[in-house]
T-cell receptor, first 113, second 114 residues
Framework: GDSVTQMEGPVTLSEEAFLTINCTYTATGYPSLFWYVQYPGEGLQLLLK?????DKGSNKGFEATYRKETTSFHLEKGSVQVSDSAVYFCALSDNFGNEKLTFGTGTRLTIIP | EPEVTQTPSHQVTQMGQEVILRCVPISNHLYFYWYRQILGQKVEFLVSFYNNEISEKSEIFDDQFSVERPDGSNFTLKIRSTKLEDSAMYFC?????WGQGELFFGEGSRLTVL
């Protein structure tokens, strides 16, 4: 079945550091890929998405590129801020109508000033 | 901005008791979901619901679980006889008929079974 593997956390970085959170996937067919974020005390919310190979999703300075050859969708940000502290979830959708999401374990990111 | 709301935010119950978790999806959404996350583990799909019936369910969603949309606004998850291993954060989500893959999640209901 479909699965998502993402970088174990927690990750602690200093403000303005470069961020990479790795995500790889296993899926049949052609899934869509997502990063969801959960800020403290809030629900999961979509951060960015990519629906086909070589697409780049971007939002709030975060980027991720759908790499079919390496089955990866790594999340990057050039300069993180304290407000980016949250839990980040990589996910895929099977695109078969129901669009059920399969999630990774989540990576807790803490940014220190 | 419309949002998915869940109640209660935290419930503590004794093993064997029935629990109902409630969700109010965004009003014009047509697909509804329940997910759960056991502490330290993945967010797992439980069930999806469309047109007043279950469209898909996972192996986790056994006979102890049921879902209902009793009044056109609420979407509930019932666990008939809770077990210790049901302790988890339960997330409700909804989506409109458009919007490929973007689910709108509630803040979650934490269930602790003693």
């Amino acid at each position: 079945g479909d699965s998502v593997t993402q970088m174990e956390g927690p990750v602690t970085l200093s403000e303005e550091a470069f961020l990479t959170i790795n995500c790889t996937y296993t899926a049949t067919g052609y899934p869509s890929l997502f990063w969801y974020v959960q800020y403290p005390g809030e629900g999961l919310q979509l951060l960015l998405k990519a629906t086909k190979a070589d697409d780049k999703g971007s939002n709030k300075g975060f980027e991720a590129t759908y790499r079919k050859e390496t089955t990866s969708f790594h999340l990057e940000k050039g300069s993180v801020q304290v407000s980016d502290s949250a839990v980040y979830f990589c996910a895929l959708s099977d695109n078969f109508g129901n669009e059920k999401l399969t999630f990774g374990t989540g990576t807790r990111l803490t940014i220190i000033p | 901005e419309p949002e998915v709301t869940q109640t209660p935010s935290h419930q503590v119950t004794q093993m064997g008791q029935e629990v109902i978790l409630r969700c109010v999806p965004i009003s014009n959404h047509l697909y509804f979901y329940w997910y759960r996350q056991i502490l330290g583990q993945k967010v797992e799909f439980l069930v999806s619901f469309y047109n007043n019936e279950i469209s898909e369910k996972s192996e986790i969603f056994d006979d102890q679980f049921s879902v209902e949309r009793p009044d056109g606004s609420n979407f509930t998850l019932k666990i008939r006889s809770t077990k210790l291993e049901d302790s988890a954060m339960y997330f409700c989500a909804s989506r409109p008929i458009w919007g490929q893959g973007e689910l709108f999640f509630g803040e979650g209901s934490r269930l602790t079974v003693l």
